[in-house]
C-alpha cells in the first residue's frame, strides 16, 4: 500500500501515507466524476459543447469556492457551519448598500471582501483564543447573522444589485473563438484555485496539514497553531463572500441564496476524500468533490429525478464518504 | 415500498422546511388526471372541486362598490349586521400580524399603517408581529386582549391552529380576519381576495393561448404542501390537462433565484425550447426570464406576477407575459371594514375582494421605475400618505 516516493506536496501527503486509493487521496473523487460525466455524456451529448460545458462551470463556480474554502478549516481539525448564512448576509448587505447605483458597485464589492474576511477572523479568534469549540463558534455565527439579517431587512432583502456587480456571477468575456463566452466565474475561479494550491504547497500548508493530524504534535514542533487555525477561517470567510458575489450575480437578490450552502460545501468537500477531524485530504479533492456533487445533481435532473430527492442523495453521500474514509483509514 | 420510502422522504423534507400547513383528509374529488401524457403529475389532495368552481365563477363576477378603490369593492356581497358592536369613537385598533416576513406581507403592512392614518377615529393602533411562529401570534392575540382593543385584525399565521384563539378572542370584541382563514364563522367578516384557484388558472389560460399546440411548458412552484400554493398549481393542472401543451417538468424552486435559474438552465439544456413558463408565485420570474437571455434563447411566454423587477423586465424586454396578483391592497380593507363595523354600518361577510390580473394592456399602468424591485404594484397605496417614501420609493 505504501508508496516509497517522496511526497511533493501536501496534495501528496495523504497518498504517500495511505496509498493512492486510502483516505485523503483524490483518487476516488476522480473516478466517480468520469463515471458521471460519461453518464451524463451519454444522457447529453451537447453537454460536452465547450459553450455547454463553460456554462456549466459557471454554475459549479460558487459551490467550488465555498469547498476550497471549507477545505481549510476542515483540513485543520474544525467546521465552518457559518458559511450559508454569511452568503446570505453578503448577497443582502450588497443589495442594501447598492441600491441598483452602478457608482457604488466596486465600494461595496469591497465592504462584501472585508466583511466576509471579518466573519471569518472572528470565527477564528473565539475558536482559537477563548478555545470554543468550532461546531459551535460557527454554528453560534450561523444564528447570529440569521437573526440580524432578518432584523435589519425585516425579513425580506431591500434594494437592488447593479448590473456591474451582477457581471461577475452572471457575463463574461463574449466572442471568444470556439469556446463562446467565458465567464468571469470561471476566470475567477482559475484564480483562486490556483492561490489555494499554492497556499497548501507553501510552508503554511504543511503546518496546516500538520495542526490537523495532531495539533499537540504541531504546537510542540513550533507550528503557530492558533495562528494558521484562524487563518483558515479568514479563507473561509472570504470564499464566502467571494461565493456570495457569484451567486448574487448569477440569481438577483434572495433571501434564500445561502440556505444549506454550509451543509452542501461540506458534501463536497468529505467526497473529495477530504477526512473529518483534520489532517489528511487535498484541497484539490475538496474542489474536484464540488464538481461532482453540481454533476451529480445536473445528472439527476437530466434522469428526471424530483428536486426533494436531491438533498437526501446529499445526505447518503456525507454517510457514505464518512463511512468508507473511516474503513479506508482502518485498514 | 418503494412509494412508502418516497412519501417519508418527501415527509421529512416537509418537516425540515418547517412548513406547517393544514392538509385536508383526502378528497372523493381528486381523480387521477383525465390525460396521463400531459406530465402534470397526480390531483394534489388540496382540490376541492366545489371551491375550484366557485372561484373561476367569481372571476367574471361584477364587483359592486366604487370601481376606482377595489379594496372597497366586494364581488357577489351578503351583507351582515354590525349594529350590536357600534359604540362612540375614538377607537383603540389593535391587529395581530402573522408575520413580514416576506416582501408581500411588507408592502401590505405599509399599506394597512398608511390607512390607519387616513382616519382620526382611530386614536391609537397597536400591532403584535408573530414573525411566522403560532405559538407567538397566539400569546400575542391574548395579549392584545388585555389592552383594551376596539376591535381586533387578524392576519392568521396558519389556518387550524389560530382557530381556537381567534374564538376566544370573537367573545371579547369583534373580530375582522384577513389573508390566511380560520376554521370557525365567529369573526364579524373574512376578507381576501379570490383565491389560489382563480391565480393559478389565470396564468395557465394564458400560457393556453400564447404557446403553440405540442409545446414545452415548464411549472415552477415554490414548495408542497401549503393550501395557498397548492390551489394554483392545482388549478393550473386543470387548464393545461384539458390542452395541447406538453408539461416537461413540474419542479420546486424554495423561490431561490440562483435555483430557479439553474433548474430553468437544465431544461434548457435537456429539451432545447422551452415555450412557457408556468410560476405559483411571481418572485423568481425574472430569474427564470434571465436563465434563457443567459443560454441565449427566445424569451418563452412567462407567467409572473406583480412585483415591480418582472414588470420592468416585461415592458423592457417586451416579453410575451402576464401576472395574475394576490393584491396587496387587501390590506386596507380591513381598517376600513372595522371602523364600519364600530360604527354600526353593514359590512359584507365574506368580503371577496377582486383579483386583477396585469397584462400587455394595461402593463403601463403598474410599471413604475422610482419603485424598489421587489414592490408590488397592484398595492391600491398611491393615493396613501407617505407614498412613496414609505414603500422605499423616491
Known sequence: MTRTDAPTGPATLGQSRRGRWGAGSIWPVVAILLVLLVAVGIRQPDFYDPPALLAFLKRAAPLIVLAAGQYFVIVAGDFDLSVGSLVTAEVVIAARLIDGDPAATWPVIAVVLAFGLLVGLVNGLVTTLLLVPSFITTLGMYLILVGAVYTWTGGSPRGALSEEFRMFGRRGIEGVPWLGEIPYAVLILLVLGTLAILAMRADFGKVLLAVGDNPRAARLAGGRVAGVRTIAFVISGGCAAVAAILLGGFGGVSFQVGVGLEFTAITAVVLGGVVLGGGRGSVVGAMLGALTLQTLLTLLNLLGVAGALASAVQGLIILAAVAIGGLRART | ?394
Open chain 2, 1 to 394: 415500498m418503494r412509494k412508502r420510502t418516497v412519501a417519508v422522504l418527501a415527509g421529512t423534507a416537509m418537516v425540515l422546511a418547517g412548513c406547517s400547513s393544514d392538509v385536508p383528509a383526502g378528497n372523493p374529488a381528486a381523480t387521477a388526471s383525465a390525460d396521463a401524457g400531459a406530465g402534470t403529475g397526480e390531483t394534489s389532495s388540496f382540490f376541492v372541486q366545489a371551491d375550484y368552481d366557485n372561484e373561476i365563477a367569481l372571476r367574471t363576477a361584477t364587483a359592486s362598490g366604487p370601481a376606482d378603490k377595489p379594496w372597497e369593492q366586494a364581488l357577489n356581497p351578503t351583507n351582515v349586521d354590525t349594529a350590536k358592536y357600534k359604540k362612540a369613537g375614538p377607537y383603540n385598533l389593535c391587529f395581530s400580524n402573522a408575520g413580514v416576513g416576506n416582501p408581500w406581507r411588507q408592502v401590505g403592512f405599509k399599506n394597512m399603517q398608511a390607512e390607519v392614518k387616513l382616519h382620526p377615529e382611530f386614536k391609537s393602533f397597536q400591532v403584535a408581529d408573530a414573525e411566522s411562529k403560532d405559538d407567538k401570534q397566539i400569546s400575542d392575540i391574548n395579549d392584545l386582549l388585555g389592552k383594551g382593543c376596539d376591535a381586533l385584525i387578524v392576519s392568521p399565521n396558519t389556518t387550524a391552529t389560530l382557530t381556537p384563539a381567534v374564538e376566544q378572542a370573537c367573545a371579547k370584541v369583534p373580530v375582522i380576519v384577513f389573508d390566511r382563514g380560520v376554521n370557525t364563522k365567529c369573526p364579524v367578516t373574512f376578507i381576501n381576495p379570490i383565491g389560489g384557484y382563480a391565480f393559478g388558472a389565470a396564468g395557465a389560460e394564458f400560457l393556453t393561448e400564447k404557446v403553440k399546440p405540442g409545446g414545452n411548458v415548464l411549472a415552477l412552484r415554490i414548495l408542497p404542501g401549503v393550501d395557498v400554493l397548492e390551489t394554483r398549481w392545482a388549478a393550473a393542472k386543470v387548464a393545461f390537462d384539458k390542452s395541447q401543451l406538453k408539461v416537461v417538468g413540474v419542479e420546486f424552486t424554495d423561490g431561490d433565484a440562483a435555483k430557479t435559474k439553474t433548474i430553468v438552465s437544465n431544461y434548457l439544456q435537456r429539451f432545447g425550447t422551452i415555450d412557457g413558463i408556468w410560476m405559483d408565485a411571481g418572485a423568481t420570474a425574472v430569474a427564470a426570464a434571465e436563465a434563457f437571455e443567459d443560454a441565449g434563447k427566445p424569451f418563452p411566454a412567462i407567467v409572473g406576477e406583480d412585483q415591480q423587477d418582472f414588470l420592468r423586465m416585461w415592458q423592457d424586454r417586451k416579453l410575451t407575459a402576464v401576472a395574475p396578483t394576490y393584491p396587496t391592497y387587501q390590506w386596507r380593507t380591513p381598517v376600513i371594514a372595522a371602523l364600519k363595523i364600530l360604527k354600526g354600518e353593514q359590512v359584507p361577510s365574506p368580503w371577496k375582494l377582486p383579483q386583477p390580473t396585469i397584462t400587455d394592456a394595461n402593463l403601463s399602468q403598474y410599471v413604475d421605475p422610482s419603485m424598489p424591485p421587489l414592490h408590488y404594484a397592484m398595492c391600491g397605496c398611491s393615493d396613501l400618505p407617505g407614498y412613496p417614501g414609505e414603500w422605499g420609493g423616491k
